[in-house]
């Protein structure tokens, strides 16, 4: 019988910490962050990364503003108006995620325009694209959501018309509004279901996507700039 | 194994998505009765109340139905309708929301049109859609007449010309 193959343990360097002696973090930390990036990249390639860092920016003040906002029509405006008078530091935390939110969607389109520019979409990264697609549709329904979330006038209205817009849908339509609305009427329930959408579903499907489209930046590099 | 784990995994979406689901989607298929609501007493308006006895004249008055909004306690509303006494005791009693993308209308009285503001949208004295982009007349509330007052109950929408 061969003998069993020796075990390829790495032997502990001098000076490792506790931690890195058990979990080797080190050695993953160069290979996630340190990664050859092709020549000729430009400020134009860190679209994507912006629109992250505001996901992000996003993620910790939408947690910070459930902390004390109450999606009910009875409550909704003024647990809003609380954030912004009598919550320290509340209106900065809420301005900061109504400004990440417009800054999001800014740079979203521009990191579309600038794949779409350079060609960045050609294969092998196609479905890099379509992920990506997937996820400006996901950001756009949490701009939509979110805005009738403070519940005033201008918030009901424009989900009164964009969820009519829904209803134009030839066939399915009006199923696909009283879906949104929960209902036939603006109520309670589209409040209620837009807080969960926005905060649970969207946010979660973001993240997945994420996930997505940065392992396929992983495994297949950025493309060389044209 | 592999089919095992595979089929467990299935297995657990289906039953999730089987009970997760129809609480999510069943508010849209629900059908509340509208109860009937009084617009006003035909004839003899008080002070500030609209003359509904006056015959082919729109009318813009507004209605006070209580409403049960899923849990919120039973709430009165206010609901901006026009009234047109058409004679021989017959109403119309259009809705005030333009079948477009239900922006309130505002009746012209120099040109006998409805006219929404936000995209242009007309419609006649009869509720047809005379310009604009309104896929269908104005929608319309039930009404009834009662011990001389009109009252209105549920909407419904009209199709095409009425």
């Known amino acids: ?226 | 194994m592999r089919w095992g784990l595979g089929s467990v995994t299935a297995a657990i979406a289906a039953v999730l998505g089987a009970f997760g689901l129809p609480p999510i989607i069943a508010p849209a298929f629900r059908h509340t009765k509208s109860p009937w609501s009084p617009i006003g007493k035909i004839g003899a308006p008080e002070a500030g109340q609209a003359d509904l006895a006056l015959q082919g004249q729109v009318v813009a008055t507004t209605f006070t139905r209580t409403l049960t909004d899923a849990f919120m306690p039973p709430q009165a509303q206010q609901t901006a309708v026009f009234v047109v006494n058409l004679g021989n005791g017959q109403f119309d009693v259009f809705d005030a929301r333009c079948t477009h993308l239900g922006c309130p209308v505002s009746w012209n009285q120099s040109t006998n049109e409805f006219y929404c503001p936000c995209h242009g949208g007309v419609f006649n004295m009869q509720g047809n859609v005379v310009a604009g982009p309104p896929p269908r007349p104005l929608d319309r509330y039930e009404w009834k007449v009662q011990d001389g007052v009109l009252y209105a109950g549920g909407l419904y929408r009209v199709k095409g010309e009425s």
């Not at chain 1, 502990?12 to 020549?39: I, K, M, Y």
């Not at chain 1, 990264?125 to 756009?140: D, P």
């Not at chain 1, 009738?148 to 849908?169: C, E, F, H, R």
């Open chain 1, 1 to 226: 019988m061969d003998a069993a193959p020796e075990r390829q343990d790495v032997a502990p360097e001098q000076g490792q910490g506790w931690l890195e002696e058990r979990l080797g973090l080190r050695r993953v930390a160069r290979r996630v962050l340190d990664r050859p990036v092709p020549e000729g990249v430009t400020w134009f390639h860190c679209f994507g990364g912006l629109t992250f860092f505001t996901f992000i920016v996003l993620v910790v003040t939408g947690i910070v503003l459930a902390f004390y906002y109450v999606p009910s029509p009875d409550h909704a405006r003024a647990s809003v108006a609380y954030i912004d008078s009598s919550l320290p530091f509340g209106s900065l935390v809420r301005n900061l995620h109504r400004w990440s939110a417009y800054a999001m969607i800014v740079l979203v389109f521009l990191h579309m325009v600038r794949v779409f520019v350079h060609g960045a979409y050609r294969k092998p990264r196609e479905l890099s694209w379509v992920v990506g697609v997937l996820m400006l549709l996901a950001v756009l329904a949490l701009g939509f959501t979110g805005y009738l979330l403070p519940w005033d006038q201008k918030g009901y209205w424009a989900t009164n018309v964009g969820i009519n817009i829904a209803g134009s849908v030839p066939v399915v339509g009006t199923y696909l509004a009283d879906l949104l609305r929960g209902g036939h009427e603006l109520g309670a329930l589209t409040l209620l279901r837009f807080y969960a959408l926005h905060v649970f579903v969207l946010p979660l499907l973001v993240g997945v996507g994420l996930v997505a489209h940065f392992a396929m930046i992983r495994k297949q590099g950025i493309s060389k700039p044209l």
